[in-house]
Structure formats: C-alpha cells, structure tokens
C-alpha cells in the first residue's frame, strides 16, 4: 500500500467521525469519502469526476465543494494551497509535508518525522506578536526531473 495512504479514514473510520461530530453519514457524503480514499488531493470537480466515474451517485459539483467544506471545518479533511494558487482537499488531515508539482499541480505525501519534530521544536521557542500558531503546513514546490516521453 502506498505510504500516502496512511492516515486516512476508511469508510468505517468516516462514518464515526462523521457521528461524532453529530453529521449523517448520507449517501452524498460517503460517495465524497469514497472518491477522496482513491484521490487522497482533490479539487471539488476531481472529486465530483471520480463519484460520476464509480457510477453509484449523482452529485453535483456545488454538493461535492459543500461537502467538502464542512468536512474541512470541522477538521475531517484539511484544505491545502498549491504553491499556484489552486485549493485542494486533504482527505489526511494529520500534520505532514508534500511536494507540490507545479507541472501537473498535484501534492504528494511526505513522511520525514524529524523534519516535522524540527520545525515543531522550533516553533515552541518562537513567539509571533499576537499570534498563535494553529498548525503547520509546508510544501516543496517542485516540478519533475525527468520529462515524460511521449
Ligand atoms: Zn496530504
């Protein structure tokens, strides 16, 4: 199993996370968490893209961005800035790092503990005049080494 997948809900996972914050686990809702499993990084039209490819809902791409959203806020999925502007979802919403490719704008997982320790461990000795720190999000943007024969 890939290591980006570590951390994700599975579908029982979801459904009590959406329990616990007092949200139905709906048809639209688990066909959102479905598609996110698989895309792990999407924008609400990949999403909505990937429900209409699995053919078991229909829902729309306002639903789908919605959705997404509310999960975002209550801390369910996490939402990410590409380094080009472009917003995704995170269906992992633990602290981690990614490498953004600016070429096919997509985020990969990254997984360095002492990198994440470090940065941490600095932040505890900082102080940012009239701020708190809710969390820490870094990304390397970068683009590919190698070019895709075609
Ligand atoms: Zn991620």
Do not use: W
């Amino acid at each position: 199993m890939p290591q980006h997948v570590n951390g994700c809900p599975t579908v029982e996972g979801f459904r009590a996370l959406l329990r616990k914050h007092g949200l139905k686990a709906t048809a639209q809702r688990m066909a959102v968490h479905e598609a996110m499993m698989v895309l792990v990084h999407a924008s609400p039209d990949q999403v909505s893209a990937q429900i209409a490819a699995a053919g078991t809902q229909k829902v729309t791409v306002a639903s789908v961005y919605n959705i997404l959203s509310q999960l975002a806020d209550f801390g369910i999925y996490r939402r990410r800035l590409s380094g080009s502007g472009k917003m995704v979802f995170d269906v992992r919403s633990g602290n981690h790092l990614h490498l953004y490719d600016r070429e096919t704008g997509e985020f990969r997982d990254v997984v360095d503990e002492d990198l994440t320790d470090l940065v941490e461990s600095r932040l505890r000795r900082r102080r940012f005049k009239g701020y708190s720190i809710d969390y820490v999000d870094i990304q390397f943007v970068c683009h590919p080494t190698k070019r895709k024969t075609k």
